[in-house]
T-cell receptor, first 113, second 113 residues
C-alpha cells in the first residue's frame, strides 16, 4: 500500500461549490503539506502542519482552508471553488531534521468549471 | 526573496547520452538541498539530499553536486534511459523553522530513442 494516499484522484466541480481533498499517511510523520502545481510554475505551498495543533499558511493560502484531524490525516478545503483553482494538488509528509525528505502523494487533479 | 532557479527549462537528449542539470539558489543559510524526479501526472520522488557540508551525493546513475560558496548545484545523469524522461526539481530548505521549502520550477528532460 502507498505511504501517502490522496482522495479523490480526479474531481470536476462547478464554480462556487465547496469541496474537500483528503490526504492520509502511514509513515508516522508529524509534518504534512498541501501544494498545488500549475504548468510552468512548479509546486507552490498552500498550507503546512508541523503537528496536529500547528497549522500554518503557505504562500498561496487565500481561498483554501485545512484541517488536521489526526497525525495521519490532513484535508484541504476549497470554500467556494473558482476556475483559477484548477490545478494538480499534492499532499506531502516529512519527518523533521536536517535531512528531512518529503514524500508525496499521487496527486488530485481538480477541474473547476 | 529566497529563490531557486533551474536551467535549462527543458532538454532533449538521445538515449545513452549523459546530461547535467543546473540549480542556482539564494536561500542562505540553508539546511539541505534536494533533487526530485517527477514523472508526468505523478508526485515527485526524492533522488538525492545534501546538507550544506556535503558536496556530492550519488543514487545509481544520478549524481548531485553542491557548491555552497557559489550557491550552485548540479544533477548529472549518466547513460540516460528512456525512463529518465521526467521533470527534475531542485528544492532548498532554509535553517529557520519558518523558512519555507523553496521549489525550483524544474527542468523537463526528454530522452529520445
Amino acid at each position: 500500500d502507498a505511504d501517502v494516499t490522496q482522495t479523490p484522484r480526479n474531481r470536476i466541480t462547478k464554480t462556487g461549490k465547496r469541496i474537500m481533498l483528503e490526504c492520509s499517511q502511514t509513515k508516522g510523520h508529524d509534518r504534512m503539506y498541501w501544494y498545488r502545481q500549475d504548468p510552468g510554475l512548479g509546486l507552490r505551498l498552500i498550507y503546512y502542519s508541523f503537528d496536529v495543533k500547528d497549522i500554518n499558511k503557505g504562500e498561496i493560502s487565500d481561498g483554501y482552508s485545512v484541517s488536521r484531524q489526526a497525525q495521519a490525516k490532513f484535508s484541504l478545503s476549497l470554500e467556494s471553488a473558482i476556475p483559477n483553482q484548477t490545478a494538480l494538488y499534492f499532499c506531502a509528509t516529512s519527518d523533521w531534521g536536517v535531512k528531512e525528505t518529503q514524500y508525496f502523494g499521487p496527486g488530485t487533479r481538480l477541474l473547476v468549471l | 526573496k529566497n529563490q531557486v532557479e533551474q536551467s535549462p527549462q527543458s532538454l532533449i537528449i538521445l538515449e545513452g547520452k549523459n546530461c547535467t542539470l543546473q540549480c542556482n539558489y539564494t536561500v542562505s543559510p540553508f539546511s539541505n538541498l534536494r533533487w526530485y524526479k517527477q514523472d508526468t501526472g505523478r508526485g515527485p520522488v526524492s533522488l538525492t539530499i545534501m546538507t550544506f557540508s556535503e558536496n556530492t551525493k550519488s543514487n545509481g546513475r544520478y549524481t548531485a553536486t553542491l557548491d555552497a560558496d557559489t550557491k550552485q548545484s548540479s544533477l548529472h545523469i549518466t547513460a540516460s534511459q528512456l525512463s529518465d524522461s521526467a521533470s527534475y526539481i531542485c528544492v532548498v530548505t532554509g535553517t529557520n523553522r519558518d523558512d519555507k521549502i523553496i521549489f525550483g520550477k524544474g527542468t523537463r528532460l526528454h530522452i529520445l530513442p
